[in-house]
């Protein structure tokens, strides 16, 4: 969402933990321009959930990454404004980034086997993060790594603790690296797509234990994933993106259960659950669009079976909907 189309979230009743607005994110190389994130502003509160719903390329984890800036440098552009707790994450040099990282915001990776170091126990990979944010004692710090582990609910932390990552499953995997992501409590958490390597009953539990420790510490989550029933069980607010930009915004329960945007519609008609069992599954047509060439208008409207000539000629602005939240189309009225 562009600056001019920009609708302030009202989140006066808490503090503001992250802010972001009018970022965009570019990948630029000798063979073309990737417009990965385009205008995403987004505001979270302490205490809250913020789900960010899509398909596959729709610049969910970029946008993710971006907040803690870990794209690489020498080809991603960042412009816009990053502040979390109040700091101004793109002015942050690398000592102070460093810093930032793991005590004011952690991220939990897609897949934990390739974000855990292979080379070390689970609890020394705890011990050395507490080590590196705070002035303790080997002693203390591993000690805290045990109560993490505990924490988490990983069995026999004990002997979990001296285990290498490859030793353990992918369920215990990701447990580790949730401890890991809290061990100096941050005060906003990152999670991208948390859940996809798991299978459905370990899913629940990981969310579950989620939702726990966010509300014991405090915290407040972002947590990314195409996953609609993962945004059900965990999420207090709801971001739908497509083509880089958030198309509707609002509480899970407005807009799982009342989506407005004719993409949100189309997610919610292509999935199995809630359809009768001889109805044909309402796919949506088309592809989505090449993000080096991003059509002038909506970017939706060439899948679109509500689109007219309009949307063609420039994206759409930001329109009131739900309590406090918004759907970026210009027929919005009609098709509700």
């Known amino acids: 969402m562009s600056s001019r189309t920009r609708l302030d979230i009202d989140t006066s009743a808490q503090r503001t933990l992250l802010d972001v607005q009018d970022l965009n994110v570019r990948f630029v190389s000798r063979e073309a321009t990737v417009n990965a994130v385009n205008g995403v502003s987004l505001s979270l509160a302490a205490g809250e959930v913020l789900c960010i719903i899509g398909e596959s390329g729709s610049g969910k ?36 980034l460093s810093a930032m990282r793991g005590a004011k915001v952690s991220m939990i990776f ?40 505990e924490r988490v609910r990983v069995p026999s932390p004990e002997r979990r603790r001296r285990n290498y990552p ?12 949730i401890a890991v992501a809290l061990s100096c409590r941050p005060r906003l958490l990152l999670a991208d797509e948390p859940t996809t390597a798991l299978d459905a009953t370990v899913q629940i539990q990981v969310l579950i234990l989620l939702k726990k420790l966010q509300q014991e510490f405090g915290m407040g989550i972002v947590i ?12 207090d607010k709801v971001a739908v993106m497509y083509a880089g930009r958030i198309v509707e915004y609002g509480s899970a329960r407005e807009v799982l259960l009342d989506p407005k945007h004719p993409y949100t519609l189309g997610m919610l008609s292509s999935t199995v659950k809630g359809q009768e ?15 080096r060439r991003l059509p002038p208008g909506c970017s939706f409207a060439p899948r679109c079976k509500y689109a007219k000539p309009a949307c063609l000629d420039a994206a759409p602005d930001a329109f ?14 009609e098709i509700a």
């Open 110 to 149: 897609q897949e934990p086997m390739t974000a855990l170091d292979p080379v070390f126990t689970i609890g020394d990979q705890i011990a050395e993060t507490i080590r590196r944010h705070h002035r303790v004692s080997r002693t203390e710090a591993d000690a805290r790594a045990l109560d993490l582990l």
């Open 277 to 291: 069992r001889n109805h044909d599954i309402e796919a949506i047509p088309g592809s989505p669009p090449d993000m």
């Open 224 to 235: 990314v994933t195409h996953d609609l029933g993962v945004a059900a069980q965990i999420a």
């Open 61 to 96: 984890s970029v946008t993710l990454r971006a907040l803690m800036r870990l794209l690489p440098p020498e080809r991603a552009r960042i412009s816009g404004t990053i502040a979390i707790d109040g700091e101004d994450v793109l002015a942050l040099d690398e000592q102070q």
């Open 166 to 177: 490859h030793e353990l499953s992918g369920g215990l995997r990701q447990r580790a690296m």
């Open 320 to 333: 009131p909907a739900h309590d406090d939240g918004y759907a970026c189309c210009i027929r919005l009225a």
